[in-house]
């Protein structure tokens, strides 16, 4: 799968503020959008919080983190992105909280999909306007738009 068939599938959550376990969100939007058995939900969170814990820091610089795992039961890579106009502390090594959240499920049977997946959106993450303008877009497609640049 192509980065902007992916960019194009996948779900887009805005006006996060006021969520607390944004991962969770974006896994539910996963589960909404039917990308995701609802059975699989609480596994998915755990594997993200599990990767977490084990001290894989998802937090990036620039208000970017990447919540990711590799999930067993799915055949192809799943994604969904939120947007926190606010931002939470993640830990991140530059101290800014982080307002995009680019959550990754990684299939065990599509290795690399999501590494190259990453260096796309990241390339385009790494331009502050493209990072400005999606923290004050008012619809998914917005944002959409802005990651396909």
């Known amino acids: 799968m192509q980065y902007d068939d992916i960019i194009q599938t996948i779900p887009i959550v805005i006006g996060l503020e006021g969520v607390i376990d ?9 589960v909404e959008a039917g990308l995701l058995a609802g059975e699989l939900r ?3 969170v755990e594997g993200i919080k599990g990767r977490e814990a084990a001290g894989a820091c998802t937090a990036l ?3 970017v983190a990447i919540p990711h795992c590799r999930f ?14 606010v931002g939470l502390d993640c830990g991140s090594v ?10 990754v499920l990684a299939s065990p049977e599509q290795p690399g999909v999501h590494l190259k997946f990453l260096g796309e959106i ?11 303008n999606i923290l004050i877009a008012t619809s998914p497609d917005a944002v959409r738009r802005l990651l396909s640049l």
């Open 22 to 30: 944004v991962p969770a969100r974006l896994v539910d939007a996963l």
């Open 42 to 44: 609480d596994a998915a």
């Open 61 to 63: 610089t620039n208000g």
């Open 72 to 85: 067993a039961p799915l055949k192809e890579m799943r994604a969904a992105i939120g947007v926190h106009s």
């Open 94 to 103: 530059d101290g800014m909280p982080s307002r995009i959240f680019i959550l």
């Open 122 to 132: 990241t390339r385009r993450l790494l331009r502050p306007e493209i990072r400005e």
